[in-house]
């Protein structure tokens, strides 16, 4: 591989962006594409599907072969509230192959007897993920009902390019919400990104299954057609 090349597959991995190196198979020859270079590449279809895989594999155009290589960030859920719905998330990603940030200022609750094994900040929202980012494989979550966590969580969200941002509460709670949030500058634009009710509409009552409905909607809206990055 040339050294230009594998320069600028790990400047892009350490920014956290997706790329793909294409190589034609009969010539060697070898070109990097960015995720935000896709629409305008002659293999954008077999691009696009196999990023939205985040797989590797051979893909054939007019005759030629193609391996394509994915380097795509590991995805991750970024979550505001240490609750029973968040304790009930956490195995079930982990077996998604799904890394978990759970934020909660109440230490009480962001404790490891909770949460074994997961990635806990117990600090404010608006700290924690100026210090940990947010990016296009970011998914955001907020599950307290306290505007206090929630907002500035959603708030720094609405201003990333998050794949997925939602939350919990009903269709009141969020109209309070989406009030405070067009009070803060948000357009209708911005806030239509929040998915509320939060989740696939599954009929879930417990804990858990609001977690699987919540991962479900996540996974879903990762694997699907992606939103075109900022």
């Keep these: 591989?040339?050294?230009?090349?594998?320069?600028?597959?790990?400047?892009?991995?350490?920014?956290?962006?997706?790329?793909?190196?294409?190589?034609?198979?009969?010539?060697?020859?070898?070109?990097?594409?960015?995720?935000?270079?896709?629409?305008?590449?002659?293999?954008?279809?077999?691009?696009?599907?196999?990023?939205?895989?985040?797989?590797?594999?051979?893909?054939?155009?007019?005759?030629?072969?193609?391996?394509?290589?994915?380097?795509?960030?590991?995805?991750?859920?970024?979550?505001?509230?240490?609750?029973?719905?968040?304790?009930?998330?956490?195995?079930m990603a982990k077996a998604l192959d799904l890394d978990l940030v759970i934020i909660d200022p109440r230490s009480a609750f962001a404790t490891p007897e909770r949460f074994p094994g997961v990635t806990l900040l117990p600090e404010w929202p608006d700290e924690a993920i100026s210090r940990i980012g947010l990016d296009g494989y970011t998914a955001f979550v907020a599950l307290t009902h306290d505007p206090k966590i929630d907002d500035p969580g959603l708030v720094s969200a609405l201003r990333s390019n998050c794949f997925y941002v939602g939350a919990l509460g009903s269709r009141k709670t969020h109209g309070k919400r989406l009030e405070r949030l067009v009070a803060a500058g948000f357009d209708e634009a911005a806030t239509a990104r929040i998915h509320a009710p939060i989740g696939l509409d599954i009929g879930a009552v417990s804990p858990a299954e609001i977690a699987l409905a919540i991962l479900a909607e996540i996974v879903s809206t990762l694997r699907g057609p992606r939103r075109k990055p900022a």
Aim: proline residues 4%; neutral net charge; charged residues 20%.
């Design 1 to 91: 591989m040339d050294l230009s090349l594998l320069a600028a597959l790990n400047a892009e991995r350490q920014a956290r962006r997706a790329t793909i190196l294409v190589t034609e198979m009969a010539s060697g020859a070898q070109r990097l594409v960015r995720q935000s270079e896709i629409d305008a590449d002659p293999l954008a279809a077999q691009l696009d599907k196999q990023l939205r895989m985040g797989k590797s594999g051979m893909v054939e155009a007019e005759g030629t072969s193609f391996f394509l290589t994915v380097q795509a960030p590991h995805p991750r859920i970024v979550v505001t509230g240490a609750v029973h719905i968040s304790q009930a998330m956490a195995p």
